[in-house]
T-cell receptor, first 114, second 117 residues
Framework: DSGVTQTPKHLITATGQRVTLRCSPRSGDLSVYWYQQSLDQGLQFLIQ???????AKGNILERFSAQQFPDLHSELNLSSLELGDSALYFC?????????????FGQGTRLTVV | AQKVTQAQTEISVVEKEDVTLDCVYETRDTTYYLFWYKQPPSGELVFLIRRNSFDEQNEISGRYSWNFQKSTSSFNFTITASQVVDSAVYFC??????????????FGAGTRLAVHP
């Protein structure tokens, strides 16, 4: 168990809908990272928050947004969903604002858009 | 640009065989970190090892060993006496200070290892 909790584990929704994925980092970790794993793109970095503030943005679509709350949990919001958004979404956490230390990943949320 | 290449898409071995997973990376950073992660069929990403760019010592952990060679920009992973439970997708990843002054992990495409009884 990595200590990073992601909910829900599975999500099935229709095109055009909006969903929220939740991540609770390991105790004491201030950084949260979101990654998307799809068959054609592999593991892609989406966005990072550190202690409540956005720190880095990767290949995140404008339809997607995230935030980190004062209790350090994070949510990834995906809207106007398309079939191509079907993927495994991972959250990772680390104690510092970089990933030079071990980054521990949650079990992922498998999103299926139908 | 920073890049991680895992040229082996799939490897199939019989139990007890040794197997090496290759990882080649590209970076202009002088300080960087290399990682291996395992993704079993259940889907989670399991951290295996981290190595920094100044430490070229090979590492052994049980049946797992890692060979880091800066001269060839490689960080290969060997499983000795493979077992069926080793069947998974293995990812090599690179972390460094990329443009914008922040870190992120860049992953290779992964190598799917199938160990047959």
């Amino acid at each position: 168990d990595s200590g990073v909790t992601q909910t829900p584990k599975h999500l099935i929704t229709a095109t055009g809908q909006r969903v929220t994925l939740r991540c609770s980092p390991r105790s004491g970790d201030l950084s949260v990272y979101w990654y998307q794993q799809s068959l054609d793109q592999g593991l892609q970095f989406l966005i990072q928050y550190y202690n409540g503030e956005e720190r880095a943005k990767g290949n995140i679509l404008e339809r997607f947004s995230a935030q980190q709350f004062p209790d350090l949990h994070s949510e990834l919001n995906l809207s106007s969903l398309e079939l191509g958004d079907s993927a495994l979404y991972f959250c990772a956490s680390s104690p510092r604002p970089n990933m030079n230390t071990e980054a521990f990943f949650g079990q992922g949320t498998r999103l299926t858009v139908v | 640009a920073q890049k991680v290449t895992q040229a082996q898409t799939e490897i199939s071995v019989v139990e007890k065989e040794d197997v090496t997973l290759d990882c080649v990376y590209e970076t202009r950073d002088t300080t960087y970190y290399l990682f291996w992660y395992k993704q079993p069929p259940s889907g989670e990403l399991v951290f295996l090892i981290r190595r920094n760019s100044f430490d070229e010592q090979n590492e052994i952990s049980g049946r797992y060993s890692w060979n880091f060679q800066k001269s060839t920009s490689s960080f290969n992973f060997t499983i000795t006496a493979s077992q069926v439970v080793d069947s998974a997708v293995y990812f090599c990843a690179l972390s460094g200070t990329f443009s914008g002054g922040y870190n992120k992990l860049i992953f290779g495409a992964g190598t799917r290892l199938a160990v047959h009884p």
